[in-house]
């Protein structure tokens, strides 16, 4: 709840000298930015990637809500806490070098993501990481959050699992990178795919891979 807070304030926060991010400006970062770092060298996952590619422009959302400030890199490496805050846990955010103005379902989204990878690399508490990861919008609602559009949340979710959390994989040469890069794919694959992102959905499409994991 602590970092739900934080993340509603900074989007209540107004900032004007800052860029805008769009989801026009995300799907060309995938397209010429992600898709060309996987190159050839990973065949089955560009494969799947293309797809989520193909899907993501296909329903590309509109801008029709006005930006907010957005922390722009919000996973939970970018969260100092603070135990001796007034009232509980308190939560302060770093990182703020890509700060940007957007829509809310980014930051929302790419924090989900950050989730995915965690059930990737632990499979004994996945499905605790995947429901939260599916519960962030209606969290973040609760907290006095902008109101989620479910359909913008899910596209934003599906391509932050693809180009940040693959990427992420690759560019730190992650144990068993192979296997990870392709149940994060299934994953994105299998949110673009639902009408709301459900966990156990999640879980069955990356369930092959994390299997794998355990036993190797």
């Known amino acids: 709840r602590a970092i739900l807070q934080a993340l509603v304030a900074m989007h209540e926060t107004p900032v004007d000298d800052l860029k805008t991010f769009t989801a026009a400006k995300m799907l060309e970062r995938y397209t010429t930015m992600f898709l ?6 990973r065949d089955a996952v560009m494969v799947k990637c293309q797809r989520l590619g193909a899907m993501l ?19 939970m490496g970018n969260v100092l806490f603070n ?5 509980g846990v308190g939560v302060t955010l770093i990182d703020l070098d890509e700060a940007v103005r957007g829509d809310p379902e980014y930051d929302l989204a790419i924090l989900a993501s950050s989730l ?22 209606a969290l973040y609602e609760l907290e006095g ?14 391509g932050a699992i693809a ?10 040469c992650a144990p068993h990178c192979d296997q990870l890069t392709e149940q994060l794919a ?16 999640i879980a069955h499409a990356m369930a092959l891979q994390a299997m794998e994991l355990q036993d190797a």
């Open 116 to 137: 995915v990878l965690m059930a990737a690399l632990q499979p004994d508490s996945a499905r605790a990481a995947l429901a939260t990861a599916c519960a962030i919008p």
């Open 36 to 41: 060309r770092r996987l190159g050839d060298t």
């Open 145 to 158: 959050g902008h109101a989620v559009a479910a359909e913008r949340f899910r596209w934003y979710f599906a």
């Open 83 to 87: 135990s001796a805050a007034a009232g």
């Open 186 to 201: 299934n994953a994105a694959l299998a949110v673009m795919q639902a009408s709301v992102p459900e966990p156990d959905a």
């Open 57 to 75: 422009a296909e329903r590309i959302p509109d801008q029709t809500l006005p930006p907010v400030t957005l922390h722009g890199d919000m996973h």
């Open 163 to 172: 180009s940040r959390q693959i990427k992420r994989c690759i560019s730190h």
